[in-house]
């Protein structure tokens, strides 16, 4: 079954910040709110695949994403249990199809992830004869998904030093989430996605974070059409997703974007003259551009 839609971040969950005591610029003594951060270990049935750091929520759509992000679970896999044990700190994935990855989880490559995230090194074979549905894009949907989005308590509001993730379609924003690294916060968008069987081919992710190739392939991967962030490119990000068909748009701030992939997709059906302009200062979602 499917959760109550929107999903968004739990700002009242006491896990997911600390209030810390500091002094400030004049010595001032002052009391801040700051976003816990805490190790996560996955496993696929008896196999210990990875430690991630995450701020602890939705760990099983956490395990869910990384695991069908990175091909270890499969499209037709059939999920027997999800155990997660919060003293330990370990989530287990247990499939009917008995899996072994040893040698999958020997090739690693770290990412330019901002908490330094981890991909295996034939992730990119995924994407072999992939080509994403060309689906139409309204400049009217994506303005109003940036203002919504952008005025949404979240914990980035909160806490700052986080990243947020959000699953929408067409104007709507679905699912929402947040942590340390922005591979977590898409990996549990894909978790969602998996779990509930919810079709990607209609689908927007916008995120708070850059463009790279890391963030291309695993949106490619679960089959969303379009990406868009309010942070910048990377080449390869743009080359794989020219490569694969996939809508790219980013630096979205007020009346501006910028198209690199997919542009005979937009549909030019707002005016930005009539959005209001962001200007420096109110600048929302600054640790996306980390």
């Given amino acids: 079954m499917i959760p109550d839609l929107p999903i968004l971040p739990n700002l009242t969950d006491p896990r997911l910040t600390r209030r810390v005591a500091g002094t400030d610029q004049t010595g001032a003594g002052i009391e801040i709110s700051v976003v816990e951060e805490r190790p996560l270990t996955i496993y696929l049935n008896s196999q210990e695949i990875v430690t991630a750091m995450t701020i602890g929520d939705y760990p099983e759509y956490l395990a869910l994403g990384f695991l069908r992000n990175q091909g270890m679970l499969k499209a037709d896999d059939v999920v027997t249990a999800i155990d997660f044990d919060e003293e330990i700190e370990t989530v287990v994935v247990r499939t009917g199809r008995q899996t072994s990855y040893e040698e999958k989880v020997k090739k690693k490559t770290r990412t330019s992830g901002c908490a330094v995230g981890t991909v295996f090194g034939d992730m990119m074979e995924g994407l072999e004869g992939l080509t994403l549905p060309a689906v139409e894009v309204r400049t009217s949907w994506l303005y109003a998904l940036a203002h919504q989005i952008n005025t949404t308590p979240s914990l980035y509001l909160e806490a700052g030093a986080i990243h947020g993730t959000v699953l929408c379609e067409r104007d709507r924003p679905l699912v929402y989430m947040e942590d340390v690294g922005r591979h977590n916060a898409v990996d549990k968008i894909a978790g969602f996605l998996f779990q509930h069987r919810v079709p990607a081919s209609d689908k927007i992710l916008y995120t708070t974070g850059r463009l790279t190739s890391e963030m291309v392939i695993k949106t490619a991967l679960m089959g969303i059409p379009v990406l ?63």
Avoid at 239 to 264: H, N, P, Y
Avoid at 268 to 290: F, I, L, M
């Fill in 228 to 290: 868009a962030s309010r942070s910048g490119f990377t080449a390869w990000g743009v080359e794989i997703a020219r490569q694969v068909g996939l809508t790219l748009i980013g630096r979205m701030r007020g009346q501006r974007f910028v198209c690199l992939s997919g542009e005979d997709r937009l549909v030019r059906d707002a005016d930005p003259a009539s959005v209001p302009d962001e200007g420096r200062k109110h600048r929302r979602k600054g640790a996306g551009d980390d």
